[in-house]
């Protein structure tokens, strides 16, 4: 804490104490003491695991199959072709995703007798999708789809895997969403019927705000278990970045490749995760109080 | 180191800022044990800042806060320790939800001062009956009224027999009627001898109950004594024109 008090009184300008003083330079000297401990156990970790592993008795085959800088060099551009696929499928689905799973959620937190087909409905539709494999909904969606024959229905194995995802992770992202909804007091909803705000306009403009605050965490979550699940639609022959480091990694023998794809997908992952980190840390210190607790 | 003179709770020019508002500007109290001290002030004078301060759940930027005569404000100082020794209120009277009164009672005492479960119990009932209160151990706390809710809150700050008790506006939240039954709570532990600060609005209240008054004002003490001198005759201009608004406003009779 710097001294930076615009707004003492003209009369008697405020001087920090010696008590504060000798306070902050005690301050200072632990942070310098923990920033030391803190380089010096980091680094002596590092150095454990890197004498473990160099000293390993395989470790000149592995660095060979895993650490080749030349097959590395040849995998990165067609991993990050095959990427072009997993991006497309996530930014696509993960949009649809999160509609399809909030609808659902909502659906399944309506009120009313009129609405219990929609509940059945919604409920029934998550039930089924919670338990189904997804490599077995894909594959039913990618292999069964095509052999209906229908004419107008597309047979392209993306279009019908990104189906496969939406269908499978909405039901996980309704979850998700519902907790978040039923997490929010009721003394919330309510405050905002008693405001005269019907049903619908107190989810959306009170209760939804709040739970979609709360569930962004897990939703990173699900979005990041997503976007490695894009993979899986290489079953229908899409060429992906895993798929496109396999086809090098068979010809060659060496598994680099999928290490290189493996990099590229959390190089992916920790933005978003930094960001949603630094969003939701915004929110709070915009309304809650502050304190040292 | 405590004598009979060291007081429960000394402020000594605490200072704090937020960002560039300083809410407290150089706070000096001393409350001596058996003693209610009541701070009044307008909204935002720094009432509950200085509280939270007390609690340690905000840090200080100048002055010391002494309690039993030890520096708790000092960084060396273990701060969970000194707040096992300070019983807090809380205007909104953050019980936990999810726990019934009997476990928010209890909590502290099993968890932090190794009481065994039935010794616990026994003596959070006790409490409870004392504050009339025995048939509601069971019952979750948004089941019941803000008046049992707050007497509750203050179960629980008592079940841990802190040193000191702080109450920050606990009736701020409560009908007239309530108000009643929480105050009357106030003034049997004044009886029992228990060392408290609190803030408020309920000036009668603070006239009856309190052993000195400090009046709050742009972050100082304008005005600090017994509460016949604050109230009868009060010194400063600022405090006479707030006394008059609170007349005014029928929450204290004139004089």
């Known amino acids: 804490m710097t001294v930076t008090d615009a707004t003492v009184s003209a009369e008697e300008p405020y001087r920090p104490s010696a008590r504060r003083l000798a306070r902050e330079a005690y301050r200072r000297q632990r942070a310098r003491r923990s920033a030391l401990i803190a380089a010096v156990s980091t680094g002596a970790t590092a150095l454990v695991l890197y004498l473990v592993i160099v000293n390993s008795p395989g470790w000149a085959v592995t660095r060979k199959t895993f650490f080749s800088l030349h097959f590395a060099r040849q995998a990165l551009p067609e991993v990050l072709k095959g990427l072009r696929v997993n991006l497309e499928l996530m930014v696509v689905c993960g949009a649809l995703i999160l509609v399809f799973g909030l609808l659902l959620a909502v659906a399944r937190t309506l009120r009313g007798p009129v609405f219990l087909p929609v509940r059945l409905l919604a409920t029934a539709y998550v039930d089924f999708f919670l338990g189904l494999p997804m490599i077995i909904c894909l594959l039913i969606m990618i292999t069964g789809v095509p052999a209906l024959r229908l004419t107008g229905v597309t047979t392209d194995p993306m279009v019908l895997g990104g189906a496969a995802l939406v269908l499978t992770y909405s039901a996980y992202v309704s979850e998700v969403f519902r907790a978040g909804i039923q997490s929010v007091h009721p003394s919330q909803r309510a405050a905002a019927r008693s405001l005269g705000l019907s049903n619908a306009q107190a989810m959306r403009y009170v209760v939804l705000p709040q739970a979609v605050r709360r569930v962004v965490p897990p939703l990173l979550n699900n979005l990041v278990s997503l976007q490695k699940d894009t993979g899986l639609v290489s079953i229908g022959g899409v060429i992906d970045a895993v798929y496109a480091a396999k086809i090098i990694a068979v010809q060659s023998f060496n598994y680099t490749p999928y290490l290189v794809a493996g990099l590229v997908f959390i190089v992916l992952t920790v933005p978003m995760t930094r960001f949603t980190d630094w969003i939701t840390a915004r929110m709070n210190r915009r309304q809650w109080q502050g304190g040292l607790v | ?255």
Not at chain 2, 59 to 88: N, Y
Not at chain 2, 130 to 147: F, H, I, Q, V
Request: net charge negative.
């Open chain 2, 1 to 255: 180191m405590t004598t009979p003179a060291t007081p429960v709770l000394r402020l000594e020019s605490v200072r704090k800022s937020f960002g560039d508002q300083v809410v407290l500007r150089d706070i000096s109290i001393d409350v001596p044990a058996h003693s209610v001290t009541a701070l009044i002030g307008a909204s935002g004078s720094g009432k509950s800042t200085l509280m939270r301060c007390t609690n340690l759940l905000e840090d200080i930027d100048d002055g010391a806060i002494l309690l039993d005569g030890e520096d708790v404000t000092d960084p060396r100082a273990d701060q969970d320790a000194v707040r096992r020794r300070i019983g807090v209120v809380f205007q909104a009277y953050n019980l936990f939800p999810h726990m019934t009164v009997l476990d928010n009672i209890t909590l502290a005492p099993r968890r932090v001062h190794g009481v065994g479960r039935a010794e616990a119990e026994d003596r959070a009932r006790e409490l409870l009956d004392r504050l009339g209160l025995a048939a509601k151990a069971k019952e979750y706390p948004d089941r019941l009224s803000g008046g049992q809710q707050q007497r509750v809150a203050i179960v629980r700050a008592l079940a841990t027999t802190p040193r000191l008790l702080l109450l920050d506006e606990i009736t701020a939240a409560l009908d007239p009627e309530l108000v009643g039954e929480v105050l009357a709570v106030v003034r049997d532990l004044k009886i029992q001898g228990m060392t408290m600060v609190l803030s408020t609005h309920e000036m009668s209240f603070a006239r009856e109950v309190a052993d000195q008054v400090c009046f709050l004002d742009a972050g100082v003490v304008l005005e600090q004594g017994p509460p016949e001198q604050v109230f009868g005759d009060p010194r400063e201009e600022r405090t006479r024109q707030f006394l008059s608004r609170i007349v005014a406003a029928g929450r204290l009779a004139p004089q």
